[in-house]
């Protein structure tokens, strides 16, 4: 069983990374970011309440993530294990959790903020596939547009510089007592998640075992 979590600043390249681990293991990718977004596309009265928090790099209040969230480990295939990616993100959300299952490995991925900025900035998603490229540093074949669709990329609203402080602040504060709060149970495995993502997907997969 394999109940993970990955933790880390936004641009850290948690998603790309859950993508590849949860297929590897047979288990669900479970990303709040996700989620809320599939949310605020489908105007539910949930995305509706969440879209400016998201917009501005800020928290979506804990009562609407928790729904979400719980709603989707209710699933049946969650109960083999899952990756959650984006979650926790606070003291309140890790107690949560905590309340409803055991963890057994939180993965935190260690970048410096420098190399932040530039990943964030550069970032281009597929709306069709989920695919991530980065216009530096992983521009797909043909410029803008999706090596395995052809659909034209797009960048989040909250990847524009505008947010993206606010963003890594929200991490400084309110998500990073959570490497201490990690650490004092025991299931912190920190790993260098800087390079190209084969070689730290070399690293999460030895820090998961
Ligand atoms: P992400 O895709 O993980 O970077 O999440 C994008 C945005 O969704 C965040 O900036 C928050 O506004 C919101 N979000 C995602 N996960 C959470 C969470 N666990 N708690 C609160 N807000 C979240």
Known sequence: MHRIVFLGPPGAGKGTQAATLAQALGIPHLSTGDLLRAAVAAHTPLGLAAEEHMRAGRLVPDSLVLEILEERLARDDATRGFL???????????EALDRKTTLDVVVAFEVPTEVLLPRLTGRRTCPTC????????????????????????????????????????????????????????GLLRPIDATGDPAAVGVRVRAAVG
């Not at 530096?136 to 797009?154: E, N, Y």
């Open 130 to 185: 989920r695919a991530v490229y980065n216009i530096v540093t992983q521009p797909p074949r043909v410029p803008d547009h999706c090596d395995h669709d052809g659909t034209l990329l797009v960048q989040r609203p909250d990847d524009r510089p505008e947010a993206v402080g606010t963003r890594l602040e929200v991490y400084r504060s309110e998500t990073s007592p959570l490497l201490r709060y990690y650490t004092v149970r």
């Open 84 to 94: 959650l990616d984006g979650f926790p993100r606070n003291l309140a959300q890790a």
